[in-house]
């Protein structure tokens, strides 16, 4: 069954276009993915159908009424919908929500625009998410990211290998890879890639995924649990690195 993504938004065109290119276009060709784009002004208000106003109390920038976006909701929700507010104080979006959401069967987006919304929105919406801690022009940059990551989750979306290894898949960042020719500029392809020992290449891609997460995200390491060979080959990349000189990385 495909997922059923609901975007309201006042700027469709830039949700379509890049939905309309490369993976994302080709998983809704497949049926894995059915994405649907609403223009809030649908919804609007008067006869220039109004979709905001200024705020209460005063001070600067437009904030998005509740009635066209209730409006709308109730014209798209349904008793299996998660309806997703985009918002930077909302929940900080990663893999694992991700997976979840690629597991639901209907999502809703409602992106904010200008100063963002009335405060009475956020009782419409089951999910408040964020991408990160700056500021956007509104929510359809975060709603494409998050699209994005989901649907390429979706069973048949893309090689099911891809997803495995990739970074964050295991709560560490990918290994390094390397592809033709052997030799770049003096530096080579680690021979080890093209040993035939393919539990050597395994373990070799597991320590360097340890190395470069220690060396870039050491919070994701400080935060999960690690196997015994996982904690045999980070000592050994501890150890390494402390030997190089490596300021960067903490000794264990």
Do not use: N
């Not at 002004?41 to 600067?60: I, K, N, P, Q």
């Amino acid at each position: 069954m495909a997922l059923e993504i609901d975007v309201i938004t006042l700027f469709p065109a830039m949700i379509r276009a890049p939905l309309g290119e490369s993976i994302p276009a080709r998983i809704q060709e497949r049926g894995l993915a059915e994405i649907r784009v609403h223009d809030l002004r649908e919804w609007g208000l008067g006869r220039h159908s109004s979709v905001d106003d200024y705020t209460y109390g005063g001070g600067a920038g437009m904030v998005l009424r509740p009635e066209p976006v209730a409006a709308a909701l109730a014209h798209v929700r349904r008793p299996d919908s998660t309806v997703i507010l985009l918002d930077p104080g909302g929940e900080r979006f990663g893999q694992a929500r991700a997976h979840d959401l690629a597991g639901r069967t209907h999502l809703v987006f409602v992106c904010p625009r200008y100063e963002g919304v009335d405060e009475r929105i956020r009782s419409m919406v089951d999910l408040e998410v964020s991408i990160g801690d700056y500021v956007l022009t509104g929510g359809e940059l975060p709603a494409l990211v998050i699209i994005d990551a989901v649907i390429r989750l979706l069973p048949g979306a893309i090689d099911a290998e891809s997803t495995t290894e990739e970074s964050f898949a295991t709560g560490l960042l990918e290994y390094p890879q390397y592809t033709r020719p052997a030799t770049f500029e003096g530096h080579p392809v680690p021979p080890i890639l093209v040993s035939g020992d393919h539990g050597a290449v395994r373990r070799w891609r597991l320590k360097e995924s340890l190395r470069r997460t220690l060396r870039l995200r050491p919070d994701l390491i400080a935060d999960r649990p690690l196997t015994r060979d996982e904690a045999r080959l980070l000592a050994e990349v501890r150890l390494e690195e402390a030997a190089a000189g490596d300021d960067d990385v903490a000794p264990g």
